[in-house]
């Protein structure tokens, strides 16, 4: 298979690392600090069409395909993971999800805004006694007729209080079990719905995770995604592809911190010469390195089989389950080549260890991409 990226990836990827490189980079330890949203930065990636890339033009999207994608992703966690999940929701959960499954009436009412960051979306699956379980809904959507009537509670919800719009899965109909489960577009402003608390995170404490809560908040018919009992397909697709992106990520937060070790191998002294000299240092940078391309080409093969319409359920899940074993392995080990300054703020490898490590859980825990690989290679 030929990896070999044309000139417009290169010049999306470049794009993407100049950005991150002098939009997010500074302030990112300070954000972290303080658990503080990017506001402006997410703003900037709007204008600069990093939130809605695969989107079709016509709804103001960049019509890019996956690899674009995960180019950009991977560039922009190197730098700052917060910004990037932020990134991640909006293009492969939210955009995706609607340009794939909405109507047009939802194109133009929600899309439009979405594709160039005038507004951001969460997607609104996992519930305190079911994750990634879609079957377990506990959220009830009661049909009235015109309208649906939605109560139940949602919580790891990301960008749960920046967002202006969210895909909400809820069941409708508990008899019919999966196919009784359908997705809604919810907005913020509605009466009924309340953001909880936000969470006080290991990693990624720049982006804003919420419990959200809805009571009796009318939803109009209007506003459910594809036809009655569409919400379990439309809920294990589009995080088929949410995926990929998060695999993306966990390979930006490797490589960035990667980056950081080789150099800073090179720069610090010991025992009359730079660490990188010598072979306990070396064979972990070597480690690091061939750990990092084999993620790269499972991320890489994933987003072709996507592009080329192929089922990337298996690539996918493989992509996600290594590139995230890879960034938890890679960030420590950065830290370990830091040494002692590895464990200060200010030479940034701690927070990759600490944001590598929700890549193993969002999206679907490894374990359970490890259910998924193993169905798909158990019943071929």
Known sequence: MDFKLTEEHIMIRDAARDFANSELLPGVIERDDKQEFPTEQI?????LGFLGMMASPEYGGG??????????????????????????????????????????????????????????????????????????????AIDHGDHYILN???????????ADFYLVIAQTDREKKHKGINAFIVE??????????????????????????????????????????????????????????????????????YELALKYSKERKAFGTEICNHQAIAFKLADMHVAIEAARLLVMKAAVDKDNKENYDLSGAMAKLYASQVAMEVSVEAVQVHGGNGFVKDYHVERMMRDAKITQIYEGTSEIQKIVISRSIING
């Open 152 to 162: 139940g509670t949602k919580n790891w919800i990301t960008n749960g209080s920046t």
């Open 43 to 47: 703003k900037k990636m709007g204008e």
């Open 63 to 140: 019509g890019m395909d996956t690899v674009s994608y995960v180019l950009a992703m991977e560039e922009i966690s190197k730098i700052d993971a917060s910004a990037s999940v932020v990134m991640s929701v909006n293009n492969s959960l939210v955009c995706w999800g609607l340009d794939t499954f909405g109507n047009e009436e939802q194109k133009e009412k929600y899309l439009t805004k979405l594709t160039t960051g005038e507004s951001i979306g969460a997607f609104c699956l996992s519930e305190p006694e079911a994750g990634s379980d879609a079957t377990s809904q506990k959220t009830t």
């Open 188 to 257: 913020k402003t509605w009466e009924g719905f309340e953001i909880g608390p936000k969470e006080n995170k290991l990693g990624i404490r720049g982006s804003d995770t919420h419990s959200l809560i809805f009571n009796d908040v009318k939803v109009p018919k209007e506003n459910r995604i594809g036809e009655d009992g569409f919400g379990f397909k439309f809920a294990m697709k589009t995080l088929a592809g949410g995926r990929i992106g998060i695999a993306a990520q966990a390979l930006g937060i490797a490589g960035g911190a």
